[in-house]
């Protein structure tokens, strides 16, 4: 992009203006290339067809490299069809998008067209999802605390196990660990704020959300539904993405399932930050729905078949619904109840056949055959004796990091369409990868911490994991997983 060779200039002066003009168009480009800065709209091609590619790219979430491939678009008075094999009718760009690429474009710090914003934002990856919990209260936000103050979970059938608890924050807490911002309510604005910057800083792209309909909720539960409003504004100013992760709500069913779902789509689909992939061709919301194997699957498959009775299939109610797979026989389950996938959840190895490791291979075989998207789960480790005394057997040391580490190389060697985390915040079971800080109770307990690794360690090993994942998902330059990440 040298000026050299094009201009002679037979005046002392003029030359040299051309040096340094050159000098500087040169610095300019290195630093834009090397920084992966926020690049203006000056520095784009006026070419309405070439800023297509552009938007092209971005949302394939395809790989930038040198001056002209930054923006996938070719040298003037080159062949303007010229290495664009892979635009195909199907990618057709709108000029509403055109409008917003010409506005200003971020550029990711991974060298790709991210999420067209007047902000520079840092690379993430939408198809990976932590799974995120909203049901914190306090007095200072919220008149009490919830969740905080958990009361002990007596044993099923072991009756050694029914001393009665509750904890009595801020010093004592039901969980193992201590978070660093405290007791915190999760409709605290500024919380949130901070939530929605560890997480776009870490690389993950979409928040999946526990979630409980607010016209199926049981009295005992958290409502989180009047947050949602909130958590997806805070999404869409740090580039994220929300997907819904229903809990067992009351009266499940294939009809209710229909009827919740049209709820979701009709209050949040068209909010910038609800997430939607694509799936056979079109752009539905992923969705994931917890406990599903407790529900008959005749019963799912009244919404989730396309000859059910409240079928959404086809319909403007359609989505990518994900069932939990725990035991193995849970497969057939999933394919006669009409899941598109499944995902593991549980970050104990060894606790279940679906969140133990080494069964993924298989996992990922008959995922296979039935045509399901298998989303395994990954956590930094797991306890959860402060509220399950019972329960120390399924404790899983974090060992530095290790323990994340191996769950994700595991998880890797499947080659995933998707990664689920567990979790950003379950305190209470101790999957936490939200920064953490040694601390003592009123009682002399003290809470387990992540030394020596500062409290925001996890956060950053979770931020390698998202790069190595995301660089080994894209190395055969096949897009496999695509999304909305304008709109």
């Known amino acids: 992009m040298a000026f050299r060779g094009y201009f002679r200039a037979s005046k002392k002066y003029c030359l040299a203006v051309l040096v340094v003009a050159s000098l500087i168009s040169f610095i ?75 506005e200003e474009p971020g550029l990711s710090e991974e060298g790709q067209v991210t999420n067209f914003s007047r902000k520079s934002r840092p690379f993430v990856d939408f198809a990976v999802h932590i799974f995120y919990y909203p049901w914190y209260k306090n007095p200072q936000t919220d008149g009490k605390y919830a969740h905080w103050n958990h009361e002990l979970i007596p044993h099923w059938s072991d009756k050694t196990h029914t001393r009665k608890r509750q904890y009595q924050p801020p010093a004592d807490i039901g969980a193992n660990f201590y978070p660093q911002l405290g007791p915190y309510s999760s409709a605290d604005p500024q919380v949130i704020k901070m939530h929605m910057k560890q997480i776009s800083d ?46 067992p709500y009351s009266d499940r069913s294939g009809e209710t399932l229909k009827e919740v779902l049209t709820y979701i789509i009709v209050k949040y689909g068209n909010h910038p930050a609800f997430y939607r992939t694509q799936h056979k061709g079109k752009q539905l919301p992923l969705i994931y729905l917890y406990d599903s194997y407790q529900i008959d699957s005749k019963l799912w498959a009244d919404a989730l078949k396309a000859d059910g009775r409240f079928t959404i299939r086809g319909t403007e109610y359609d989505a990518v619904v994900i069932g939990l797979l725990v035991e193995h026989n849970h497969m057939k389950h999933l394919v006669q109840s009409g899941f598109d996938g499944f995902y593991t959840y549980f970050a104990s190895n060894g606790f279940s056949y679906g969140c133990t490791w080494h069964n993924w291979p298989l996992l990922a075989k008959e995922a296979k055959d039935h045509n399901l998207i298998f989303i395994p789960s990954i956590g930094p480790g797991y306890i959860d004796t402060r509220v399950r005394t019972w329960n120390g057997k399924n404790t899983k040391l974090r060992l530095h990091g290790k323990y994340y580490t191996s769950a994700f190389k595991s998880a890797l060697a499947v080659k995933p369409p998707f990664l689920s985390i567990t979790s950003f915040n379950e305190w209470h079971e101790g999957t936490q990868v939200e920064a953490a800080i040694p601390k003592t109770g009123n009682d002399g307990y003290k809470y387990e911490d992540y030394r020596p690794g500062n409290p925001q360690f996890y956060m950053n090993l979770t931020k390698q994991i998202v790069h190595e994942y995301y660089q080994n998902r894209t190395a055969v330059h096949v897009i496999k997983h695509n999304h909305d990440d304008v709109f």
Not at 48 to 65: G, N
Not at 210 to 237: F, G, N, R
């Open 202 to 247: 870490a690389g993950v792209g979409v928040l999946s959300v526990s979630w409980y309909p607010p016209q199926h909720e049981k009295s005992s539960e958290t409502p989180v539904d009047s947050l949602m409003p909130s958590l997806l504004d805070a999404a869409a100013d740090y580039g994220l993405k929300i997907a819904f992760h229903i809990e």
């Open 28 to 102: 300019a480009f290195t630093f834009m290339t090397s920084t992966r800065a926020a690049v203006s709209k000056d520095q784009l091609t006026d070419d309405h067809e070439a800023l297509k590619k552009i938007v092209f790219a971005s949302k394939k979430h395809l790989p930038l490299k040198d001056a002209n491939s930054v923006y996938n678009v070719p040298p003037k008075n080159a062949d303007s069809t010229k290495d664009f094999s892979s635009f195909g009718k199907d990618d057709q760009i709108s000029d509403k998008e055109v409008q917003v690429a010409k």
